[in-house]
């Protein structure tokens, strides 16, 4: 795969994993989920949601609703992280 260098998509999606859990280490966060992994221009763009905490719904039926958010973090071809960003909602 061109532009990836030396990582694979799993072990990209790994390093990324483990900057993402130690930064948000005493978070508590819920649901992680990997959402996606991308190699663009030498780098690996690999975005992560989790469970963010709830609000009350605005529906009929009441509740309360999930409210996820996501992060990317940008690896360099060693897999070392560049950045995080929020990417959206």
């Given at each position: 795969m061109?532009?990836?260098?030396?990582l694979?998509?799993?072990?990209?999606?790994?390093?990324a994993l483990k900057?993402?859990?130690d930064?948000?280490?005493?978070a508590?966060?819920?649901?992680?989920?990997?959402e996606?992994?991308?190699?663009r221009d030498?780098?690996?763009?690999?975005?992560?949601?989790?469970?963010?905490?709830?609000?009350p719904s605005l529906?009929l039926?009441?509740?309360d609703?999930?409210v996820?958010?996501?992060?990317?973090i940008?690896?360099?071809?060693?897999?070392?992280?560049l950045?995080?960003?929020d990417?959206?909602?």
């Amino acid at each position: 795969m061109e532009g990836s260098g030396d990582l694979t998509l799993e072990s990209a999606a790994q390093a990324a994993l483990k900057f993402f859990s130690d930064i948000y280490a005493d978070a508590q966060l819920r649901n992680v989920l990997l959402e996606e992994v991308v190699p663009r221009d030498d780098r690996w763009f690999v975005t992560f949601g989790f469970d963010r905490g709830r609000q009350p719904s605005l529906s009929l039926a009441g509740g309360d609703t999930v409210v996820r958010a996501y992060k990317t973090i940008v690896l360099n071809r060693q897999g070392e992280p560049l950045l995080m960003q929020d990417a959206g909602s």
